[in-house]
T-cell receptor
Framework: GESVGLHLPTLSVQEGDNSIINCAYS??????FIWYKQESGKGPQFIID?????DKRQGQRVTVLLNKTVKHLSLQIAATQPGDSAVYFCAETNPNFGNEKLTFGTGTRLTIIP | GAGVSQSPRYKVAKRGQDVALRCDPISGHVSLFWYQQALGQGPEFLTY????????KSGLPSDRFFAERPEGSVSTLKIQRTQQEDSAVYLC????????????????FGPGTRLTVL
């Protein structure tokens, strides 16, 4: 079936460096892609989203890139901080189908090394 | 409240017991979602409400799972005759608008209820 998956389960980055988290998706009908951050014992927290008609979107210290040709998106976090340590999930949805249920990938655990 | 709240935060049940998990969405939010998150996995969709109407329950794993939102605000997820495979974190999320406006509405998640079935 359709799925959203990630390339790497874990990633360790030195504090202050930039990090890149990757995600592959297979549902060509996906219209929105969202990155969530989940800290231990908490629910997922929205970071940034991008619509399928865009290829790049920037937020505060984060950039999401979407490559529809190869069905790949990435989350770049600049100047990482200890508080960035968490599990990051990509998710996709298509509200045009009348349901905004999210389909999540399995997640990447990002560890920031002080 | 400021965000989505869920109770209890932790629940231990013996196999075969019934459990009820509560979700208080952000006040005024129309849409409410339930997700199940197994250990080390991403959340998986269970069911969706728009106000009091349950519009999609395709993700409920069996007829032991039942959800309701009778007054369009608080929601309860009930699991009957719990099994060990039901052990997971159950997440509730709400969003402000109804679905179908062809634009994505951010979902705000609660902290989840960790269910352990012995």
């Amino acid at each position: 079936g359709e799925s959203v998956g990630l390339h790497l389960p874990t990633l360790s980055v030195q504090e202050g460096d930039n990090s890149i988290i990757n995600c592959a998706y297979s549902n060509s009908a996906s219209d929105y892609f969202i990155w969530y951050k989940q800290e231990s014992g908490k629910g997922p927290q929205f970071i940034i989203d991008i619509r399928s008609n865009m290829d790049k979107r920037q937020g505060q210290r984060v950039t999401v890139l979407l490559n529809k040709t190869v069905k790949h998106l990435s989350l770049q976090i600049a100047a990482t901080q200890p508080g960035d340590s968490a599990v990051y999930f990509c998710a996709e949805t298509n509200p045009n189908f009348g349901n905004e249920k999210l389909t999540f990938g399995t997640g990447t655990r990002l560890t920031i090394i002080p | 409240g400021a965000g989505v709240s869920q109770s209890p935060r932790y629940k231990v049940a013996k196999r075969g017991q019934d459990v009820a998990l509560r979700c208080d969405p952000i006040s005024g939010h129309v849409s409410l979602f339930w997700y199940q998150q197994a250990l080390g996995q991403g959340p998986e969709f269970l069911t969706y409400f728009q106000n009091e109407a349950q519009l999609d329950k395709s993700g409920l794993p069996s007829d032991r799972f039942f959800a309701e939102r009778p007054e369009g605000s608080v929601s309860t997820l009930k699991i009957q005759r719990t099994q060990q495979e039901d052990s997971a974190v159950y997440l509730c999320a709400s969003s402000l608008y109804e679905v179908g406006l062809s634009s994505y509405n951010e979902q705000f998640f609660g902290p989840g209820t960790r269910l352990t079935v012995l």
